[in-house]
RNA sequence: GGAGAGGUGGCCGAGUGGUUGAAGGCACCAGUCUUGAAAACUGGCAAGCGCGCGAGCGUUUCGAGGGUUCGAAUCCCUCUCUCUCCUCCA
């Protein structure tokens, strides 16, 4: 969302930064039903000076019982006038914010340009790939093998995109969650949280799914959402909320299910765990002060790279281009991890800072320690990581040429000393 | 699912039609006092929007939206959310 006075003070920086987006001009469209608003309520407020002076008089002559008639008849003939002028500010003020509520947020100005994946620049790789030495298997292959992945007796049940992990790798996702989760809380300062996995409209409004990506969602038949994240219950703690300067920055983190229709996507990935309807995930959010979120993003990239660097997978960090960029994003880092059965990096993280994006569209702010006023926070979440597609990743990398998988050292003590998954 | 009670400022909490933007308290800021701090005392302290170059002026806001009235936090209606009890349930 927005500051349309922002817009109106600078419409044609608002316009080039929408058409890195790829959308037309509509800067002067919208100051023209901003001014349509504010000449209304100019109008509209005159009207009601006048008439509260003419309340005060007529409180005063009545109390001395004296006659009012002239001062009421004025009152009640500048009613329609009122009436209608405050009736042209709202219709113009909801309006306004029906088309500001569907413009993305505007990039960083170092986004690289480009239209997709392809053009997302590489910052930097981490580790090599090992040669194995066979030919490497995908997880799906591994998994089934091995007896402890399976996708159709889940699909008997759920349907297409679910699975069923058992014995070691359902053990693994559990120790994948809780080492990330420790990671996190002893060593990089976040607060763990249990959020709640079903949400309202609002919530998903504020963080920008809501209204534009209705389809992406599950909803339930008494009206609660899915969350597809647990950005979305972790950026909303502060929903509404005007906080002191000095409780910031605010950091949280979550191992929730994520559910995705992925309404979109049918064809790609159809097979194995890579994308699933229901997924485990932690996530990383942090509040910060505006000045404060460009360093806070170059941490949390950080925060979900040692994961990968303790589970010695080797990754890349690529700058997402303008093309691939989200909606409530002004500036995304993925990670894209080895996958050595598919012979090619995939998406396992995503980092990103919103700005005051969605600060604005859930009015999150904070009082600042000096000066008068109230801010809008900054606000970033960053996946620390999928947990789903680490295992897939640990599947891949650390698969032995009988089937079996060598367990990474920093997961075992969470899987009461395992070194190998065996069938 | 059934019954009831409520949504007031950053927080808590008074307030049933006429200087109530709203008592009081907490928090916060400034000052007095103190070697310093605490305590105590004094004062200050809402947000949004509009107009104005500006000091500033105006307007709105007591969950949301309608209504009654010259005038509504206070009365009426609808919606929404929260809480309590019963029922059910991990």
Known sequence: MFDIRAIREDAAAFDAGIARRKLDPIAEQL?????????????AQELQTRRNELSKIIGMKKGKGEDADAEMKEVSDSKDAQAAAEETAKAAGDELEAILC???????????EGEDEDDNIELRTWGEPKDLGFEAKEHFDLGEALGQMDFETAAKMSGARFVILSGALARMER???????????????????????????????????????????????????LI????????NILAGELVDEDTLPRRYTAMTWCFRSEAGSAGKDTRGMIRQHQFTKVEMVAVTKPEDSDAEHERMIGCAEEVLKRLELPYRVVSLCLGDLGFSAKKTYDIEVWLAGQGR????????NCGDFQARRMKARYRPSEGKGTNHVHTLNGSGLAVGRTLVAIMENYQQEDGSIVVPEVLRPYMGGLEKIEA
């Open 31 to 43: 100051i023209e039903i901003d001014k349509r608003r504010r000449d209304a309520q100019t109008v």
């Open 102 to 112: 569907t413009i993305p947020n505007i990039p960083a100005e170092d986004v690289p």
């Open 345 to 352: 990096f995939r998406e396992i993280s995503s980092v990103s």
């Open 228 to 235: 597809p994240t647990a950005e979305v219950p972790l950026t």
């Open 175 to 225: 120790a994948l969650s809780g080492f990330m989760l420790d990671l996190h809380t002893t060593e990089n300062g976040f607060t763990e949280v249990n959020p709640p996995a079903l949400v309202r409209d609002h919530a998903l409004y504020g963080t920008g799914q809501l209204p534009k990506f209705e389809a992406d969602l599950f909803k339930m038949e008494e009206g609660l959402y």
